[in-house]
């Protein structure tokens, strides 16, 4: 069974940094996307950033330069390194991990982790 299960979320001041690491469990073979998504309080669910299994990278243009996305396929583990963190970031934050399992492509997803921006 795919598990995907997020850690690295909690409280941190305006300006600071948070690691978040996704890890995928239950599954030997190619991830084609790892993803991190967030969604706020009363708001849609919203991409952050994907990793692609060619090496390309994508970023929501509200986190560009500021959030830096990487991946160790060996480890089925995706990290999001946020820095320079604003209370707008506080949301929600949930991996996502697009792959091919019993010849079924899907999207599976983590339960979600808790980030807050706040003095």
């Known amino acids: 069974q795919v598990q995907v299960v997020e850690s690295g979320g909690g409280l941190v001041q305006p300006g600071g940094s948070l690691r978040l690491s996704c890890v995928v469990t239950g599954f030997t073979g190619n991830i084609w996307t790892m993803g991190w998504y967030r969604q706020a309080p009363g708001k849609e669910r919203e991409l952050v950033a994907e990793s692609y299994i060619i090496g390309t990278t994508n970023y929501a243009d509200s986190v560009k330069g500021r959030f830096t996305i990487s991946r160790e396929n060996a480890k089925n583990t995706v990290y999001l390194q946020m820095n320079t963190l604003k209370p707008e970031d506080t949301a929600v934050y949930y991996c996502?991990?697009?792959?091919?399992?019993?010849?079924?492509?899907?999207?599976?997803w983590g339960q979600g982790t808790q980030v807050t921006v706040s003095s």
């Open positions: 996502k991990a697009f792959l091919t399992k019993d010849s079924r492509p899907n999207n599976y």
